[in-house]
């Protein structure tokens, strides 16, 4: 196929509290191509985060992505998967693995960071799954 974005975000209502995880996939022409939102039970945020990511990139593998353009709003993560950061909390380290594992399925990725602002179909999605009813 070719080149997907795909945005991501996971939140928690309270840290840890009652968790979501959104991505959403878009064209190269910024066409909604797939959109998902999950309950993930009780988690941290940046489990959440994780989690966000390896829905992201099972959507844009379901899809036929041979490129896959990661967008999230938790520098934290983007920073740990680009290998900037190392990946301390213990809880953190099976997902990060994960992570790593499932984008070496693509001949070519990359993630960045954005500002919430700038992620706000992902963000609206975890929100809208987390208001609705389990």
């Known amino acids: ?3 997907l974005v795909v945005n991501v975000d996971g939140g928690a209502r309270g840290n840890p509290g009652p968790a979501a995880i959104a991505a959403v996939a878009t064209d190269a022409d910024g066409a909604l191509v ?3 939102g ?3 039970g009780v988690a941290t945020n940046n489990v959440a985060e994780y989690r966000a990511l390896l ?3 099972a ?3 379901e899809h036929g992505a041979d490129e896959v353009e990661l967008v999230g709003d938790s520098e934290l993560v983007v920073k740990q998967v ?3 950061y190392r990946v301390k909390d213990v809880n953190l380290k099976p997902l990060h693995a994960e992570v790593r594992a499932a984008l070496a399925g693509f001949p070519s990725w990359s ?3 954005v500002r919430r602002e700038q992620n706000a179909a992902a963000d609206a999605l975890v929100n809208a799954t987390l208001d609705s009813a389990p």
């Open 1 to 3: 196929m070719s080149k």
């Open 34 to 36: 797939a959109e998902r």
């Open 38 to 40: 999950e309950r993930i």
């Open 55 to 57: 829905l992201g990139i």
């Open 59 to 61: 959507l844009a593998a």
């Open 82 to 84: 680009r290998g900037e």
């Open 111 to 113: 993630i960045r960071h």
